[in-house]
């Protein structure tokens, strides 16, 4: 499975714009997801240096294979995505010949749309959307301020813990971000009252996009869950930290997360990150051995060397041209506790049946420093040491007006870096009620 063929030499260069070696989408990378064009019809696409291929125009000029040609007609990827993973190694290894080899230039330039030019969109039709919590760091940081002496809970280290979250809310990066209001009730107050969160917060997580899917009371066993695994994207799970902490006992996370969750638009394949595969991080003495169904034959290449980031603008800063100030700086691979397939095998495991389509989030990662924080709930150690920005302004929460934006790479000697885009939201006033 994911293993490095040509696509992935590091030689192999395209003849489109913008592709060179330190983009985000160089010919190792072939993220697909959907665009429009101004009055457009929703269409598939990859994305290629500053361009979008496509799909649907070059597989109707008879350059896929034909058998693909209705899937690239869908204005999302489900159809696409259900193929599985052998069909997307087949795409991926067409799309590198077409687009690094001189001879198919002129044939494929006409198909080629500035980024620029398009408006992305999400790119499935997400059925069912899980959030997960798989970021020990995040938990252990944010279960501190609750419980100082056990910040984990005695389930965290067998059980991937996850929630269902609300698919009809999920949204392509760019989506503004209106405050949610809802019930807050400060530890002083007697009784809550309604009104916009004081606390809103984000959230650093990536996202996974799920290929084949499984049938009821069928589990996927963990040596094929990554198989069933279409790829990745950023994933900010926008969180109302007031209301939330009102709200979540005994039954969880509910209206201080399903306000809106973001997504960067392009499924970054997980064949396009078989070169940053590494091992799952070495468990702590005494931690114990995952229980069998999550014990992987193939954890010596279950992590992913993702870098990720993520900075800060507010109006103020916008306004005097100021650069966005960057929160955290972090490694996905350190800070899962449990790998993508753990997730999926889990989620699987009473039969619970996965969809194509499907999106599960990894919950916050955070590393173990103090520069790898991915939420403001942990950086300003819950609003009490608030994070001092460029122009004199702090924020222990997001202000109207304030934008986050998120963003992952990978790189490592012999591979050319690819990167998953942007994932941005822009805070707006909660709308009157
Ligand atoms: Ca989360």
Sequence with gaps: MNELDETHDAGRSSWVGGAEPGSDFPVQNLPLGIF??????????????????DLAAIAEAGLLDEEWSEDFKQPVLNAWLARGAQAHRELRLRLSELLSDERYRDDLEVHLIGHSEVHMHLPCLVGDYTDFYVGIHHATNVGKQFRPDNPLLPNYKYVPIGYHGRSSSVRASGHPVVRPCGQRKPPDAEVP????????????????????????????????????????????????????????????????????????????????????????????????????????????????????????????????????HRLSRGSAASAMYWSAAQIVAHHSSNGCNLQPGDLIGTGTLSTDSDEGL???????RGGSAPVSLPNGETRGFLEDGDEVTLRAWCERDGAVRIGLGECSGRVLPASAS
């Design 36 to 53: 429009s064009e101004a009055k457009g019809l929703r269409r598939p696409g990859v994305a290629i240096g500053d361009y979008i291929l």
């Design 193 to 324: 009252e309604y009104g916009p969160s004081r606390r809103l917060d984000y959230e650093l997580e990536l996202g996974i996009w799920i290929a084949r899917g499984n049938s009821l009371c069928e589990p996927i066993p963990i040596a094929e869950a990554a198989e069933h695994i279409a790829g990745y994207c950023l994933l900010n799970d926008w969180s109302a930290r007031d209301l939330q902490a009102w709200e979540y006992q005994p039954l969880g996370p509910f209206l201080a997360k399903n306000f809106l969750t973001s997504v960067s638009p392009w499924v970054v394949t997980a064949q396009a990150l078989a070169p940053f595969r590494a091992p799952m991080p070495e468990r702590p003495p005494g931690d114990p051995k995952p229980l069998p169904y999550l014990d992987d034959p193939n954890s010596d290449s279950a992590a992913l060397a993702i870098e990720t980031e993520a900075t800060l603008s507010t109006e103020a800063m916008r306004d005097s041209g100021l650069a966005p």
């Design 374 to 380: 991915g939420s403001l709930i942990e950086i300003s």
